[in-house]
């Protein structure tokens, strides 16, 4: 990361609990910069494989940069246990519902904002499915203030991928995107391909929404992901600058020098 953005050594993490969608408490992982702040907020939307040590590991990278971010358990209501075991149930159950998702998201958003150490604004990034459901979200929810969408599959949709959980092809709500979106994806990835990339592009071109899309040659799904054969350090790092240059315009935050 570039020198000129300052660092938070000092950090604290923990588990938390919160009420999401229908007043459910689910829990969520927060974590924050030792210091009163003021701190931008961070919704991390995990991917696929669950509310894993990867996702985890990327809510303390926010707090290092100074954020309060906060990672919820959208796969809470599938039970507690191993990620990966409670990942296959959700799978096999179709993922977890929009609606569900859309109210645990606007929930997290509003606990960001109970923070007394917040600035006041939120943004939200995501990966895979959860880049999916961030662009559900910069549709559907108005509480958001910025989003990144890191390689969501499904964006556009066809008929027959739709299901009674995930009833809607986010590109077909592009005209309700309420807050600006970041785009980063790989060249090599299939879900989503380059085409899909290339409409979603056009769409928000042509609704005239504020975006950014970056792609990147050489890196295929999941690129950012250490511990996986997919990795790309040099396409990775270069993402993740664009990642915090575009949470810093709009949501603000300390001093980055």
């Known amino acids: 990361m570039n020198a000129a953005y300052a660092k938070h050594e000092g ?5 938390v609990h919160y009420r ?12 924050r910069p030792l210091g009163s702040g003021p701190y931008p907020g961070v919704i991390v939307t995990h991917h696929m494989p669950g509310w894993d040590d990867a996702t985890k590991e990327i809510t303390r990278k926010f707090a290092h940069y100074g954020y309060a971010a906060i990672d919820p358990n959208l796969f809470s209501r599938e039970g507690p246990g191993d990620p990966d075991d409670v990942a296959a149930v959700a799978r096999a159950a179709g993922g977890a519902p929009d609606d569900r998702v859309m109210g645990d998201l606007d929930a997290a ?7 007394p150490y917040l600035n006041g604004k939120v943004g939200i990034i995501g990966f895979c499915s959860g880049g999916r459901q961030v662009y559900l979200a910069a549709c559907r929810l108005d509480s958001l203030d910025a989003a990144v969408d890191c390689w969501g599959g499904r964006v556009v949709a066809t008929p027959d991928q739709l299901t009674d959980r995930q009833p809607v092809a986010p590109i077909d709500l592009t ?5 600006p979106l970041l785009g980063i994806f790989g060249n090599d990835d299939q879900s989503p391909t380059p085409e899909d990339v290339d409409r ?13 899309f970056h792609r990147y040659d050489g890196a295929g799904h ?3 992901a250490v511990d996986r054969p997919g990795y790309r350090p040099v396409q990775a790092t270069e993402a993740w600058e ?10 603000g935050g300390p001093d980055h020098g």
């Open 222 to 224: 999941g690129f950012f």
């Open 109 to 115: 958003a509003a606990h960001l904002r109970t923070l």
């Open 11 to 15: 950090l604290i993490a923990e588990t």
């Open 200 to 212: 979603t592009e056009e769409e928000l071109k042509k609704l005239g929404k504020t975006y950014e």
């Open 175 to 179: 005209g309700d995107m309420s807050c």
């Open 20 to 31: 999401g969608h229908d007043g459910d408490e689910i829990e969520a992982y927060l974590a």
């Open 242 to 251: 664009e990642v915090f240059k575009w949470f810093h315009t709009y949501l």
